[in-house]
């Protein structure tokens, strides 16, 4: 018999597929999504709770959004993916994005819309097998769940450039 790295990989994949009653049972790929749609959720709400409301329009050039107007359109891009996720109608992304402005305004659509995805990723993996059309492609709603992580990731990383070049110390680089 062979043992080493290998069998203590196996090992420590097998153990929590186990637990769950084996492949595809469970909720481990929305658990999975939601871990990492919640870190970059909260990196994205902390970084607009620390900017001064005097940066919010703050761009790093001219053809980019300001850091408001990008705050706005992960809450705003939060909304539609959550939607199709949970069958419901689907909000327009750049909603929040055209019509708040002040710090306040945009803090509380982050929230908001955090405290409405909870409810996208609670459903379980079953669930989120089924079919939705976004963007005019059949997806699984799963597949929005962890676009929508994606994406947050993604702006986070734009507004980490934000808070750097406004002297800023990133809440992912504050530490625990």
């Not at 062979?2 to 469970?26: D, F, H, I, K, T």
């Not at 939601?34 to 870190?39: G, N």
């Not at 689907?90 to 405290?115: G, Y």
């Amino acid at each position: 018999m062979r043992s080493g790295p290998g069998l203590l990989l196996l090992a420590v994949v097998a153990a929590p597929l186990a637990a769950q009653g084996g492949p595809g049972a469970g909720n481990s790929a929305v658990a999975t999504a939601r871990s990492v749609w919640l870190q970059n959720a909260n990196y994205i709400t902390q970084s607009a709770i620390d900017m001064p409301e005097a940066n919010f329009a703050f761009k790093a050039t001219p053809a980019v959004r300001s850091f408001g107007q990008l705050i706005g359109h992960v809450a705003g891009s939060q909304y539609m993916f959550c939607a199709a996720a949970l069958g419901e109608p689907m909000r327009a992304e750049d909603d929040i994005e055209k019509t708040k402005t002040s710090k306040a305004d945009l803090v509380a659509a982050m929230k908001a819309s955090t405290t409405y995805c909870e409810k996208a990723y609670a459903l379980n993996d079953a669930a989120t097998r089924a079919e939705i059309t976004m963007f005019g492609q059949k997806q699984t709603k799963l597949w929005a769940l962890i676009m929508n992580a994606a994406h947050d990731g993604e702006h986070y990383g734009n507004i980490v450039t934000y808070l750097r070049l406004n002297g800023m110390v990133p809440p992912s680089s504050k530490g625990q």
